[in-house]
């Protein structure tokens, strides 16, 4: 579990839920991580979430920077547990909207 230091104002918070989110917003960390991961610039982040505020991803990069490991192992447990939250849905979906998924996931990686 990743401690959130009450030395340097790091702006997260973990919700009733477990997740952790920047504060001040609904983000999720993992979000955030995966941008800066896929080599999006802060500025970049920002415009992307505009709840989220500059110096607040910098902040956050910083603290991930700091204690990789320990993020990292977070974000890929959430990272699985969302997989699975993914598979049991879409279980309970008919035949019809597995394949209306199917269809829109194809014409989005064909460019269309």
């Known amino acids: ?28 960390l993992e979000v955030v991580i995966h941008a800066y991961r896929r080599g999006e610039t802060v500025e970049e982040i920002v415009d992307g979430y505009p709840t989220l505020k500059l110096a607040d991803v910098y902040a956050v990069l910083a603290y991930y920077l700091t204690h990789r490991d320990e993020v990292d192992t977070y974000v890929r447990e959430a990272d699985q547990r969302a997989e699975e939250i993914r598979h049991e849905t879409e279980a309970n979906y008919s035949p019809d909207i597995l394949a209306l998924r199917a269809r829109l996931r194809a014409s989005r990686n064909s460019g269309n």
């Not at 790091?10 to 952790?20: H, S």
Request: hydrophobic share 45%; net charge positive.
């Open 1 to 28: 579990m990743i401690a959130i230091p009450n030395v340097f104002p790091v702006p997260l918070y973990r919700d009733p839920n477990g997740k952790i989110r920047i504060e001040g917003t609904r983000i999720l």
